[in-house]
């Protein structure tokens, strides 16, 4: 299983980005599909969820709002597009994919997309 992410960069704040994530070797749709993000001396934290089928995503507070995620299963591809940056949204964005067709179902993690939001 590869879960590969790409978008991120370097941002002024009030600006746009969006990343992406495209998941091989599983089957897409048994999957819910997260966004995390890491900053510097920072636990990781969960900034979007999406299921697969019922396609109901949730934000925490810090988020909701400013950014959207949804998923594209026919691409194998979940995104987040992310409005209104501000510095503190600096950090390393994670791609998640946790197994729900069973109790402790499998986990997958990316290998992370830079975010950085500095005028």
């Known amino acids: 299983v590869q879960l590969v992410e790409s978008g991120g960069g370097l941002v002024q704040p009030g600006a746009s980005l969006r990343v992406s994530c495209t998941a091989s070797g599983l089957t897409f749709t048994d999957y819910r599909m997260s966004w995390y993000r890491q900053a510097p001396g920072k636990e990781r934290e969960l900034v979007a969820t999406?299921?697969?089928?019922?396609?109901?995503?949730d934000y925490p507070d810090s988020v909701k709002g400013r950014f959207r995620i949804w998923r594209d299963d026919v691409e194998n591809t979940v995104y987040l597009r992310m409005n209104d940056l501000k510095p503190q949204d600096t950090a390393v964005y994670y791609c998640?994919?946790?197994?729900?067709?069973?109790?402790?179902?499998?986990?997958?993690w990316g290998q992370g997309t830079q975010v950085t939001v500095s005028a």
């Open positions: 999406i299921d697969g089928i019922s396609y109901r995503t």
């Open positions: 998640h994919a946790r197994y729900t067709r069973d109790v402790g179902g499998a986990v997958y």
